[in-house]
Nanobody, 122 residues
Framework: QVQLVESGGGLVQAGGSLRLSCAAS????????MGWYRQAPGKQRELVAT???????NYADSVKGRFTISRDNAKNTVYLQMNSLKPEDTAVYYC????????????????WGQGTQVTVSS
C-alpha cells in the first residue's frame, strides 16, 4: 500500500509564507505526477499545482507567481512553497500522487494524502 504524509500547514498572517511537504512511501516503482489540491469550506476541491516526472508544472491561475512546486524524485517527495499568502488561500491542502506503479503487481493507482490545514489571517 502507498501512503502520502503531508506536513507544514499552519496559521500565518496575510503576506506570510509556508512550505508544505509530502512524502510518498510504500513499494513504489514509479510516480508519474505529484501535486497539491485544496478545498475550502463549502467549495469543491481544486488544483493548486502539479509536477510530472519530466518536471513539467501546472499551476492554478490564482497562485501563479506566488506558489512554487518542486519535487525530489529520489525521495518520492513533493514540496509547495507558498509566498505572499492571502486569506483566500485558506483551505485544507491535499497531496496527490498520480499513476503510481507499485511492485510486485505493477498495478497503477492514484493516491491522496489526508490533508493539512492552511489558515491565512487578514
Amino acid at each position: 500500500q502507498v501512503q502520502l504524509v503531508e506536513s507544514g500547514g499552519g496559521l500565518v498572517q496575510a503576506g506570510g509564507s509556508l512550505r508544505l511537504s509530502c512524502a510518498a512511501s510504500g513499494r513504489i516503482l514509479s510516480i508519474n505526477a505529484m501535486g497539491w489540491y485544496r478545498q475550502a469550506p463549502g467549495k469543491q476541491r481544486e488544483l493548486v499545482a502539479t509536477m510530472n516526472s519530466g518536471d513539467s508544472t501546472n499551476y492554478a491561475d490564482s497562485v501563479k507567481g506566488r506558489f512554487t512546486i518542486s519535487r525530489d524524485n529520489a525521495k518520492n517527495t513533493v514540496y509547495l512553497q507558498m509566498n505572499s499568502l492571502k486569506p483566500e488561500d485558506t483551505a485544507v491542502y491535499y497531496c496527490s500522487a498520480e499513476r503510481v506503479r507499485t511492485i510486485p503487481s505493477l498495478r497503477i493507482n492514484d493516491y491522496w494524502g489526508q490533508g493539512t490545514q492552511v489558515t491565512v489571517s487578514s
